[in-house]
């Protein structure tokens, strides 16, 4: 069943409103009864009229109908249209290159590649991505160093107060800064070990590094290589 979206009446009203007409009101009275124009009117209870038994029954004839043109003489030969759809296929061109190179109109383009779904590029089918493992254990270490900003509470991004900061900027013993988190994952287990410090100097780095070696020896891990982004 096709209904118009702004259509003031559904199909029951319609044919309230024929039947009202036939039982003997005139047009512009049953125009005001159903709050519809008189023409709207005389246009239904005429199909009605001409319509044959069978569409009344079924009520087909108070359905809508296409706004369609029944012949529309200057649309593109299907012949034409395939032309465009083939080149849009073999090269991936959008409208105008597609264009220029058939040699239609921009806006023909497009409408034939809209109407055969064509407007739009497939979504690219990305590669499945080549993780690498390695085969056991401790074979390879994965080391790396993350740093996360201190504060004490929300900034004004979150509470709109500027009057109130919430770092201690320039004094002795502050608590603003960043804390480091220092981590190792093994390859193959994904086994971890982090440790969060107040910075990543060598000499922190070395003495996180002897742990995290200590840590992975006792699950019986013995290591073999170690890679770090630095």
Not at 57 to 80: E, I, N, T
Not at 83 to 92: D, L, P
Not at 202 to 216: I, Q
Request: with cysteine.
């Amino acid at each position: 069943m096709y209904l118009h979206a702004n259509a003031k009446l559904g199909l029951a009203g319609r044919l309230t409103l024929v039947r009202a007409i036939e039982d003997g009101l005139s047009f512009r009275a049953a125009a005001a009864a159903f709050s519809v124009s008189p023409a709207t009117a005389y246009r239904w209870s005429r199909r009605w009229r001409d319509s044959s038994e069978e569409a009344r029954r079924s009520l087909s004839c108070l359905l809508d109908r296409s706004s369609r043109p029944r012949r529309s003489p200057r649309q593109l030969a299907p012949d034409l249209a395939e032309r465009i759809c083939a080149c849009r296929r073999e090269t991936g061109w959008g409208p105008r290159l597609v264009a220029g190179a058939t040699g239609f109109a921009h806006s023909t383009v497009w409408k034939v590649l809209k109407r055969a779904g064509l407007s739009r590029r497939p979504a690219v089918v990305r590669e499945a991505a080549n993780r690498y493992e390695w085969p056991c254990p401790g074979d390879l270490l994965h080391m790396d160093v993350c740093s996360y900003a201190r504060f004490l509470r929300p900034g004004h991004r979150v509470t709109g107060d500027r009057s109130r900061h919430s770092r201690k900027w320039g004094r002795e013993g502050s608590p603003v800064g960043y804390d480091y988190a220092h981590a190792i994952v093994d390859d193959h287990s994904r086994l971890a070990y982090v440790e969060l410090h107040d910075d990543e100097k060598a000499a922190t780095v070395t003495a996180f590094m002897e742990r995290a070696l200590a840590f992975y020896a006792e699950h019986g891990i013995a290591v073999k290589r170690l890679m770090t982004d630095g």
